[in-house]
């Protein structure tokens, strides 16, 4: 059965390999849009790195979406430092041949799912939560009528890689996180908890490099990169692929190991704003409709990244 997929993104490194995933599964995902939001860099280069990686995966049949500039109520905080200026790391970049569609990603996520049948369209959120948050309350009727939205975001047990207890997604627009694990829809949550788990290490970056794709040869170069930032700032081996997670679980859900939660997030305090209080212990579990992530198949992850990329 193919799904019909949103993605939601502020390319960004990983966020660039998460697409060229999704862009490499047409027989699995039907992408009805690529929406954009400022996140990582700002919003003229998260719309503008999303048409590079399309052209390069030869996608042009995929519209693309602008969609917010700052967060609903914060004031914006990229992570250039991790992505480099441009977003795309050390990836030669060029003017794209096509640009992204008239109508802004909010409009556009609630034109599509009010279009289609309930539970048929699928979310991936892999940058700030604000689109989806600004659609939820556009029109409201979206929530019930969405299916699965799976969001790169959170931290728990690892603690935070911006802040001592936040994640980047998160913590760049906590209001629209708290509207959208709030309101009842059903999300599952790839928090860093998990997205630790999943690295690239200099053996699984060669062996992508090895393959003779674009999107391949594209991704390699992203992957070194963030690791090389990730040894030079974190000392750790290998960067965390965060975003090709969500790809890889709405792919292949078997990789993952979930446990259904409440989730809030912290919006109010100066010190640990963007936090993610993730509660376990709930009354009914099976009234659950959040669903964080605790494990990972990191080697099942990259053989699904391997295959997509040689296509």
């Not at 992508?208 to 930032?229: C, E």
Request: aromatic share 4%.
């Amino acid at each position: 059965m193919v799904t019909k997929l949103i993605f939601d993104c502020d390319p960004g490194v990983d966020d660039a390999v998460a697409l060229f995933m999704a862009f490499a599964a047409p027989q699995d995902l039907e992408i009805l849009a690529i929406t954009t939001v400022g996140g990582n860099v700002a919003a003229d280069l998260t719309a503008r790195n999303a048409a590079i990686i399309r052209q390069i995966a030869g996608r042009e049949d995929v519209p693309i979406h602008a969609g917010a500039k700052v967060p609903l109520i914060r004031p914006p905080l990229d992570a250039g430092d991790f992505h480099g200026e441009s977003g795309l790391g050390a990836l030669p970049l060029f003017a794209p041949t096509k640009g992204v569609e008239e109508g802004h990603a909010a409009n556009v996520i609630v034109d599509l799912v009010m279009r289609h049948g309930p539970g048929e369209v699928t979310l991936a959120v892999t940058g700030p939560c604000t689109n989806l948050a600004l659609a939820m309350r556009l029109e409201p009727d979206i929530i019930e009528r969405l299916g699965l939205i799976v969001v790169m975001g959170g931290a728990r047990r690892e603690g935070g890689n911006v802040t001592a207890s936040a994640e980047y997604n998160i913590w760049a627009d906590p209001h629209a996180a708290e509207v959208v694990f709030s309101s009842g829809a059903r999300c599952v949550v790839m928090g860093l908890d998990v997205t630790h788990q999943v690295r690239s290490d200099p053996a699984r970056i060669a062996a992508i490099a090895a393959i003779d794709t674009p999107a391949a040869q594209a991704s390699a170069n992203l992957l070194a990169f963030s690791s090389a930032l990730e040894r030079d700032i974190v000392g750790g081996a290998g960067a965390p692929i965060h975003d090709p997670c969500v790809i890889a679980y709405i792919l292949a859900p078997e990789l993952f190991t979930l446990r259904p939660c409440q989730l809030k997030v912290e919006t109010s305090s100066r010190l640990t704003v963007g936090h993610t209080a993730v509660e376990f212990g709930l009354q009914d579990p099976a009234a659950a409709r959040i669903f964080w992530a605790t494990h990972a198949d990191a080697d099942g992850v990259f053989a699904l990244l391997n295959e997509l990329l040689a296509r």
